[in-house]
């Protein structure tokens, strides 16, 4: 004999099947509408700096987000590091001094790693004395030890650059410690080593803030104009991912339009939370610093110019084993596109 539930229970089981249903495929649809709107995008940085403010600006602005890209942040420290990490594929977006990137195209690799998009145009790092130097001239470093950077990075052999153009052989004429890790300079100078240091910010304030040193030059301004550090990505990447690299690039263009129209004082306010170590009035007097010696592109486009000023860099310092194409290391369609 059959038995038949009261209509009333009938009802209510088949109201709660018909919710479940529902709601499951409304759980399954989300994740799925978030992924196709959101993509993960995993960027690794050379330093964490604020010489790099626009991109800063770019990630606690939201612009990251507007475009749809889930960004992490990965420091690398070193360009060494950072494009290990680019090949390896542990990142997806690799930022650096570009000569890390010849490096590798003349090594042979067949997936090589293209530029994209440049950000800063000098140097960002000052030399500091012990003592102030108001009529500093570069001669006087002639004879004196000074810390400097790895062998082959943008920081060394810029520095070199200007001794050349100075008439100084790096060789003879002075004393270069590059044995000390990269971000252990202050300290190494705060404790007795070098005559003078090359610093990048916030080492070379923190050196004036404590008086164990002074900043007497700034190597943005002596060297000129120098294609210093550039986004880039594994050719593969950038053809599977064109849309990827596109609205990454949009969102960087959005970071550097608001740090070219606003002040210090407004710029610092924003990146604050990447630099809760540094107090406010030092991190508006480095940018102010930055921003004072033309520190960043108006766009994001990395010249020809520019790239054949670098070769003849890595020419000067003994790097350069081959000299690459302009085209098949630079790719300036996202950029161009980002600043239209």
Not at 295 to 319: H, M, P, Q, R, Y
């Amino acid at each position: 004999m059959k038995k038949f539930l009261p209509h009333f229970l009938t009802l209510t089981i088949c109201f709660t099947v018909i919710l479940m249903t529902f709601t499951g495929c409304s759980n399954s649809k989300n994740p799925q509408e978030t992924k196709e709107k959101h993509i993960s995008v995993t960027l690794n940085e050379v330093a964490h700096s604020i010489f790099y403010a626009p991109m800063y600006v770019a990630i606690e602005n939201g612009y990251f987000e507007e475009e749809g890209i889930d960004l992490t942040l990965v420091t690398g420290f070193g360009a060494d590091k950072t494009m290990t990490a680019l090949l390896s594929g542990e990142a997806d977006i690799g930022f650096m001094g570009p000569e890390t990137t010849i490096y590798t195209y003349n090594e042979g690799s067949e997936d090589y790693v293209v530029n994209f998009a440049q950000l800063t145009q000098r140097a960002g790092n000052f030399l500091v004395a012990r003592e102030k130097m108001p009529d500093f001239t570069w001669s006087d470093l002639k004879g004196k030890n000074i810390l400097g950077g790895r062998k082959g990075g943008m920081p060394e052999m810029v520095f070199e650059y200007i001794l050349k153009q100075n008439s100084i052989d790096p060789a003879k004429d002075l004393s270069i410690d590059q044995s000390i890790d990269f971000g252990s300079t202050a300290a190494a100078f705060s404790g007795g080593k070098g005559d003078f240091s090359v610093e990048f910010e916030p080492g070379a304030t923190a050196l004036e803030t404590e008086g164990a040193g002074y900043v007497v030059a700034s190597l943005g301004i002596d060297s000129g104009y120098v294609p210093y550090t550039a986004f880039s990505a594994k050719s593969s990447y950038m053809e599977k991912n064109p849309d990827i690299i596109q609205k990454f690039t949009n969102a960087l263009q959005k970071g550097l339009n608001y740090t070219l129209n606003h002040t210090p004082e407004e710029i610092a306010k924003v990146i604050a939370p990447q630099f809760k170590e540094t107090d406010f009035d030092t991190l508006t007097t480095i940018i102010s610093r930055y921003h004072e010696q033309d520190t960043w592109k108006e766009n994001l486009v990395f010249e020809e110019s520019s790239f054949d000023l670098l070769l003849d860099i890595l020419s000067e310092a003994g790097e350069l084993t081959d000299t690459p194409a302009y085209q098949d290391l630079i790719n300036t369609s996202y950029a161009e596109k980002a600043s239209n």
